[in-house]
């Protein structure tokens, strides 16, 4: 028992120190990212979700006449124009229709929690399954000690058993 909390423990531990390591990388990449000094519309139009009911980004939005992205690429074109970088262009969308318009949450704040907690429930669960599956297999079943499976239980009837006993020698 002492083994698998252990085994659970140092689980956790491994867990927690890989989010930990790889944590810090994620923001480095998002920051890299969004850092681009020449960005081009579809790069930017990639980060936004177009608000049409399409589902899709900006740069992807199949819908020739869309009253979103349609002119929202026009207005892309013009801040890459006027020198604005990905991440200016990205934030003044986000400050003008909020988080929803972002086709990726953040790795920041509570946001870093949606990215992270899908493998953390994952690596929780099969801990789990782990020790329950390691207990089910240590766990034997105990049989009462004063029975003795070499005796008849004393509420069977002699006359069944002498019948049993006899249609088992016919049998042979």
């Not at 990726?104 to 782990?130: Q, R, S």
């Amino acid at each position: 028992m002492r083994a698998k909390l252990t085994l659970a423990s140092s689980l956790v531990f491994f867990v927690v120190a890989l989010f930990a390591f790889f944590s810090p990388e994620l923001s480095n990449v998002s920051r890299e990212t969004f850092a681009a000094e020449n960005p081009t519309n579809s790069q930017v139009s990639e980060g936004l979700t177009c608000q049409c009911g399409c589902g899709l980004t900006v740069a992807n939005c199949n819908m020739p006449t869309c009253g979103f992205s349609v002119p929202m690429r026009r207005e892309i074109d013009r801040m890459i124009g006027e020198g604005k970088t990905r991440a200016q262009i990205i934030a003044f969308y986000r400050q003008q229709y909020g988080e929803k318009v972002l086709s990726a949450p953040t790795t920041e704040g509570f946001n870093l929690l949606a990215w992270t907690m899908p493998f953390i429930a994952l690596v929780l669960g099969g801990g789990a399954m782990v020790l329950a599956v390691g207990r089910w297999h240590s766990h034997q079943p105990s049989a009462p000690s004063d029975s003795n499976p070499a005796t008849p239980p004393a509420t069977f009837d002699p006359e069944l058993r002498r019948k049993l006993e006899k249609e088992l020698e016919e049998r042979r």
